[in-house]
């Protein structure tokens, strides 16, 4: 059989899926029939000689997420090279005709045909070595599809998610995934490998911090090649946060003195001016505006919250007015996404939902109202927020689109997320 | 209250935008853009063992350099989200300097928290922890430079049953001696 292992593994991945999307209907899928109505209808026709419900499954979340496309739910078997379309598929607009075949290699063929002419709008072929690989076949072929139709831009479904998951104490390892966690490599294991974070957009190189020693290394590491640069050490605590556009500024905390703050790292000059100074916590600098200022996470008024700070100037403003909690954010040109603890529990399970919001305070709206929601992030591109939930013991990686308002939910494995890049 | 109905509006707003996109009319001429077969999926990636790396990891993949409390240290205890010394930690804090005293070596301060915070927060909280034993310490006379401080966060529980004493034993700060 044609990839069993990996279709036995998504086949529960799947069961999970629709489990917890109707476990967690209320979430910001605010199902909203006139965007059904305007999404484009699409069947996909499965012209592989051993068809793959996995491969297909994954089409299908693609299509879903990508807030473009109102996919048929059916799996319909049929001829590749045919232009012939059954009658009953008429009634879409288009028909993605597709083909997953392994020999030496994996190969995918896509045909995109217009139904109501029974032609062939577009057609592309793929082709991996690893199979392990094969989830990116279909994020790609959907991606190309939406840019032939020149819908807006949804290439974020081909990159990479890297996180670190702690393993035992004073352990973790890096784990490099696809969007729907179906492909999953551990890059670095052994140790205590912690925060990574993506150096450049290739997603050729990222960042992580080594804790092995008694100071804690920023290094930079080649995913291909695996080789690693030392960036910088610190006493404490060391964090990459944010990675200015260019690649060639890092925000980090750090505590040279013992007193964790944020500091702007020059990679050229190798000199740290810091930005913070605070006596209490400030963590999580992110760009924002620009990269003319960041916001950050603080605990100055007694609990923690959002901040900002202009990098040229030393005022601090408060970003966030909304909640007694909130401890993670992330930017987008002048959107912040924010997790938010909107119950007391010291122990136990606290409900924390993501909020969306400007960084001139001006706008503020949830975009989960359930469970417990965290490590909010967006998109390259920001068109989309990736976040954590918690339920019970299950964890699993959410993604709400926020022009559509789409979303997704594929578990998590047991491990504890420490944190997340994407 | 005022929050449902800021949901509700939210919600409201929602209904309001959207994805308006139509299928276009694609103008591509016959023959162009059809087929080209691509390798477009990047090629694989490493995974790398860390063992395969120099004795600076080594040591912390072995587990052995900074052993647990054996060196006779005692572990200080926080409340939750707490970072200041209260005085009933003193009688620790004073056992400990002893011991400090006593050996030549350097002393490791490891600052720890429990699973409720989020990444970055969590150990800037750990190493918020490990500096206050450190100042108190420094106000007993030890030397800064014989000590240094590290934050584990959440990392290293000692305790992962989901109870509040279990929580408890995880907002601490350990002592060991750099061997």
């Known amino acids: ?335 912040i996404v924010y997790a938010s603890r909107e119950s007391q529990k010291s122990f136990g399970n606290n409900r924390f939902n993501i909020y969306l919001a400007t960084s001139d305070t001006a706008t503020t709206r949830p975009l989960t109202t359930t469970g417990t929601n965290q490590f909010p992030l967006f998109s390259f591109g920001g068109t989309v927020v990736l976040y954590i939930k918690h339920h019970g013991r299950k964890s699993s990686v959410g993604y709400i689109n926020l022009e559509s308002q789409q979303s997704l939910l594929f578990p998590l494995s047991g491990r504890k997320v420490q944190s997340i890049d994407w | 209250m005022t929050k449902k109905i800021l949901i509700m509006a939210y919600a409201t707003l929602f209904m309001g935008t959207g994805c308006s996109q139509k299928a276009p009319d694609l103008d591509i001429e016959e023959g162009r853009n059809n087929i080209s077969d691509a390798t477009e999926v990047a090629s694989d990636t490493v995974s790398i063992d860390e063992n395969e790396y120099g004795s600076e990891n080594r040591d912390a993949l072995n587990g052995t350099q900074y052993n647990s409390s054996s060196d006779g240290f005692q572990s200080l205890y926080f409340g939750f989200g707490d970072y200041t010394v209260s005085s009933s930690m003193e009688d620790t804090i004073e056992k400990n300097a002893n011991i400090v005293h006593s050996v030549q070596q350097r002393v490791k301060i490891e600052g720890n928290c429990d699973e409720f915070g989020t990444d970055e927060y969590n150990y800037a909280l750990g190493l918020k922890r490990a500096n206050a034993v450190k100042e108190s310490l420094v106000s007993r006379g030890i030397p800064e430079n014989k000590m240094v401080v590290i934050s584990y966060g959440e990392s290293n529980p000692v305790c992962t049953s989901p109870t509040d004493s279990c929580y408890e034993k995880n907002r601490r700060v350990d002592l060991r001696l750099v061997k």
């Open chain 1, 1 to 335: 059989m044609l990839h069993k292992r990996f279709e036995g593994n998504f086949l529960k991945y799947l069961l999970f899926l629709l489990i917890t999307c109707n476990l967690f209907a209320v979430d910001a899928t605010v199902k909203i029939e006139k965007d059904v109505e305007n999404r484009t209808r699409i069947a996909l026709v499965d012209g592989s000689s051993v068809p793959n419900s996995a491969f297909f499954k994954i089409l299908q979340s693609d299509l879903k997420i990508s807030g473009h496309f109102l996919a048929d739910k059916t799996h319909h078997k049929g001829d590749m090279n045919s232009n012939y379309l059954l009658p009953s598929l008429k009634n879409q607009e288009y028909v993605l005709k597709y083909s997953l075949t392994q020999e030496r290699q994996i190969k995918l063929l896509i045909r995109l045909m217009k139904s109501s002419e029974s032609t062939e709008v577009f057609k592309k072929s793929y082709t991996i070595t690893a199979k392990e690989k094969i989830p990116f076949l279909a994020h790609k072929a959907v991606s190309d599809i939406n840019t032939v139709l020149k819908y807006p831009d949804i290439s974020w479904i081909n990159r990479y998610v890297i996180y670190a998951r702690y393993t035992t104490p004073k352990k973790s390892e890096i784990v490099l995934a696809d969007y729907t966690f179906s492909y999953q490599k551990s890059i670095i294991r052994g140790g205590l490998n912690l925060f990574p974070k993506w150096a450049d957009k290739e997603q050729k190189h990222f960042y992580y911090s080594a804790y092995g020693g008694l100071k804690p290394v920023l290094y930079k590491m080649n995913i291909y090649t695996g080789k690693r640069t030392k960036i910088t050490a610190s006493e404490g605590m060391l964090v990459c946060s944010d990675v200015r556009k260019d690649g060639k500024k890092l925000l980090l905390t750090m505590a040279p003195e013992g007193q964790a703050d944020i500091y702007e790292f020059d990679l050229s000059s190798k000199r740290a001016k810091r930005v913070t100074k605070f006596k209490g916590i400030d963590v999580k600098g992110k760009y924002v505006d620009d990269e003319s200022s960041i916001v950050f996470v603080s605990d100055r008024l007694g609990y923690a919250n959002i901040f900002k700070k202009s990098l040229f100037s030393g005022s601090v403003s408060q970003a966030v007015y909304h909640g007694r909690n909130n401890n993670a954010v992330d930017t987008d040109g002048n959107k």
